[in-house]
């Protein structure tokens, strides 16, 4: 039996093979940086230039980040032990959450392990049978997967097409059964094209449709926005009855694929959800650890600016 289906998906890598659709690992022996030393597995590795990595602010291998970390592990020792609700929730985690919330603007903060784990928990959490997620076509593949998660309805409306997500609420709130809640998910800014989301827009239609709006910020928190605390900072985006942020900040690359959504006043619910936080360990505590004094982004942009000893970070998005 094994032999059969062996051979079985042998033959469908060849045909990925052939089809020039295998992927191949590339090694990095450098840290992670603007310039890498970076090679195809089994050959040496060169120095190049990383347009690829999500390190944008080029925190992962800044100073600061490192000496944190390093206390972190002198204080608390290297793992973790139990998932967050047996005993696994530092005192570290619970002040990262906060000082992310105070950032943000946000009532409350729940630290995932990566992006897609965010995603992938927030719309089983809140959303069931009788409620409707309205999703832009191009959102990331872990919205679009999170989403499957769900028992929600689900529509999708064109790329930033105002007209079109109106007709999906006008869809989701019809018919015999009409959706409980509501929400519209997009990408705060789309990382393969770099269009910024037209959020004033989409909080209009979600105050007249009365919906919530989720705003996953991966590729703007960090960098955009006069404080760095993405496309809210840039465009129109009211917070109240009818409007929910949640943030995923992969550009914060010195933490693990770092993500902290906040989910507002929903986080408790969220976190009280056993498929969300009860099962995955919580990040380690040098990721966990904040810099003994906190990181403005103005200090970070000119430590990476043209002259500075720095390399200045990669602005490419992944």
């Known amino acids: 039996m094994y032999s059969s289906i062996k051979d079985q998906l042998q033959g469908e890598l060849e045909e990925i093979r052939t ?26 590795a060169n120095a190049v230039l990383n347009f690829c990595a999500n390190n944008y602010l080029g925190l992962a291998d800044h100073p600061d980040i490192i000496a944190a970390a390093k ?26 959450e906060a000082r992310v919330s105070q950032f943000l603007g946000t009532e409350d903060t729940i630290l995932f392990s990566s992006c897609f784990d965010a995603n992938g928990g927030v719309f089983e959490s809140l959303f ?3 409620d409707a997620i309205i999703s832009d076509s191009l959102n990331h593949a872990s919205i679009i997967d999170g989403i499957r998660l769900s028992k929600a309805k689900r ?3 064109a790329n930033q097409d105002m007209a079109d997500l109106e007709a999906k609420l006008i ?11 509501k929400i519209i998910v997009t990408d705060g800014v789309f990382s393969m094209d770099g269009y910024l989301a037209p959020l004033e827009a989409i909080c209009d239609l979600a105050e007249k449709h009365d919906a919530l709006v989720m705003v ?5 928190v960090g960098f955009m926005g ?11 985006f009211r917070t109240g009855s009818t409007s929910t942020p949640a943030r995923s900040a992969r550009p914060l690359a010195a933490l693990p694929e770092a993500t902290s959504p906040a ?33 403005s982004w103005s200090r970070v942009r000119a430590s990476s600016a043209p002259g500075s000893s720095r390399t200045p970070p990669c602005s490419g998005a992944a």
């Not at 869809?171 to 809640?181: L, N």
């Not at 996953?216 to 703007?220: K, N, T």
Request: glycine fraction near 8%; hydrophobic fraction near 30%.
């Open 71 to 96: 206390s972190a592990m002198d204080e608390r020792g290297f793992g973790m032990a139990s998932v967050r609700f047996i005993c696994g929730t530092q005192d570290l985690h619970l002040e990262l």
């Open 263 to 295: 989910a507002a006043k929903s986080s408790p619910c969220c976190a009280r959800r056993p498929a969300l936080t009860c099962s995955p360990t919580p990040w380690p505590r040098q990721s966990s650890q904040p810099p003994s004094r906190p990181l």
């Open 171 to 181: 869809e989701a709130s019809s018919g015999e059964a009409p959706a409980r809640r």
């Open 128 to 130: 069931g049978a009788e």
């Open 19 to 44: 089809a020039g659709l295998f992927k191949t690992e590339r090694h990095i022996d450098s840290p992670q940086a603007s310039h890498i030393s970076a090679g195809q597995l089994g050959q040496p």
């Open 216 to 220: 996953d910020d991966s590729h703007a």
């Open 155 to 157: 529509f999708r409306y």
């Open 226 to 236: 006069a404080t760095g605390a993405g496309t809210r900072n840039t465009r129109v």
